[in-house]
């Protein structure tokens, strides 16, 4: 697909932030090394900050919610249902949030956003401290954080195009996506250190904390207004609308989804992965059978970011993505074909390197062959799949394991992400051709 007339760099920064002259080009380990230029950046440097700091206390709340559920019930089925009172306003508000990103100033629209979720916090905080015990209350909570969490998170994803330039988008998407997966792996681990020594009810206040700094942050950014031709539009439902017209007229946007929705949906095992601890790896404890299952993809996935230097670098943007996509159905038949808990771990591992080279790539697709104007609605979706993709996985792999086993359900969708990938990547040559 020819991008010139789809991608926008007009309001990237120019100096000191284009290609490496020759001759500087890094050798050796170097290579390999994470690519930090981005950081260079005054503006990125502030935005990422604020992604720092958020990715671990959000992680404080994300624990502390379905365990103060679990306390208050001892049912693990108001979990679940808390998990999808969450997940029904995200997606809405999601949607409508990147209509409305493509509108307004997108720094003041991660100003308010921001500001309430952490008002959200504490008012966590204080239903839990005044010990209100009520799910009634933590499930509406939620729900308005997800909300918040919806309209932010496409103003902030459609905002690194505006900040960086374009052959930098993928080392960008890289520091974010790494620090990501750091969040989930250090936050829980956190949250479970914290939890005996200050309590639950702390847990929403360090949170909130962490939130007035990410607004501190946000605040140092520049103005982020729509461009000239987008001033005028509205935020409603024929633009939301528009925005899948969009993604339908652009091949490559709409195999970007599709190669995340099937990586995602046939294979993400994360369902399995209790009756795995309990059955398979038994022989190894089933407590530390199911820490290591749950941990080893966003490991997987911090590695690849910290030595993504060359794949960040790379131009042929579409086959990175097919790369990835059927390397993660690969180490996920791999997985399932594992009764050794270590070489199983070690295959989720590989798997968390390719869902973060396919991340890059396809956050890097995203913000670059759709126009400054649509990107707010294309971060919209893009942020629906990733949290919904999960989520059907968790049901069609439930069901599946329960017919054929966990094994041999884990082993046959890694099988199919490879097969469908292989077959979609062959059918419509848009996404193979696809460069910078």
């Not at 921001?114 to 009634?136: D, P, Y």
């Not at 207004?225 to 709409?254: D, K, N, Q």
């Not at 022989?283 to 290591?292: I, K, Q």
């Not at 086959?319 to 791999?334: F, K, L, N």
Request: contains cysteine; hydrophobic residues 55%.
């Amino acid at each position: 697909m020819d991008t010139s007339d789809t991608t926008d760099t007009s309001t990237a920064p120019r100096s000191g932030s284009g290609p490496e002259p020759a001759g500087t080009s890094r050798r050796g380990w170097r290579r390999w090394a994470m690519d930090t230029r981005p950081l260079r950046i005054p503006a990125f440097r502030w935005l990422w900050s604020s992604t720092v700091v958020t990715a671990i206390g959000s992680q404080l709340t994300a624990v502390a919610v379905p365990k103060q559920i679990y306390d208050i019930t001892s049912s693990s089925a108001w979990v679940g249902y808390a998990s999808l009172a969450g997940l029904v306003p995200m997606v809405v508000f999601a949607l409508w949030g990147g209509a409305v990103a493509d509108t307004v100033d997108r720094r003041k629209l991660m100003l308010v956003t921001n500001s309430g979720i952490a008002v959200t916090s504490l008012l966590f905080w204080v239903q839990a401290v005044t010990r209100l015990e009520s799910v009634a209350v933590l499930m509406v909570l939620l729900a308005l954080q997800q909300a918040f969490f919806g309209l932010n998170s496409p103003a902030r994803n459609a905002s690194v195009a505006r900040l960086v330039p374009a052959e930098q988008l993928p080392a960008a998407n890289a520091l974010s996506s790494t620090v990501a997966q750091t969040g989930l792996v250090a936050g829980p681990l956190l949250a479970g250190a914290l939890i005996p020594v200050i309590g639950l009810p702390e847990l929403y206040l360090v949170d909130a904390v962490a939130l007035c700094v990410t607004l501190w942050a946000v605040l140092r950014l520049p103005p982020l207004p729509p461009l000239a031709e987008a001033a005028t539009r509205r935020a409603g439902l024929r633009e939301i609308a528009e925005g899948f017209r969009y993604i339908s007229g652009h091949t490559v946007l709409l195999l970007s989804f599709l190669a995340d929705i099937i990586a995602m949906v046939f294979g993400m095992p994360r369902a399995l992965f209790p009756q795995l601890a309990a059955e398979t790896y038994a022989p190894w404890g089933e407590g530390l059978a199911l820490g290591l299952l749950f941990a080893a993809i966003p490991i997987g996935a911090v590695a690849g970011g910290l030595f993504s230097g060359t794949f960040s670098r790379a131009r042929r943007h579409g086959w990175m993505v097919i790369g990835a996509v059927t390397a993660w159905g690969a180490a996920i038949a791999g997985f399932g074909a594992s009764r050794n808990l270590w070489i199983a771990v070690g295959f989720l591992a590989v798997a968390g390197v390719a869902d973060m080279v396919s991340m890059v790539f396809r956050g890097a697709i995203l913000l670059s062959a759709a126009t400054d104007e649509m990107r707010g609605r294309m971060q919209g979706v893009f942020t629906v799949v990733v949290a919904g993709g999960p989520r059907l996985a968790d049901v069609l792999h439930g069901t599946a394991g329960s017919a054929f086993g966990p094994r041999a359900a884990v082993a046959g969708g890694g099988v199919l992400v490879m097969v469908l990938m292989l077959g979609l990547a062959a059918a419509v040559p848009a996404l193979r051709r696809y460069r910078i």
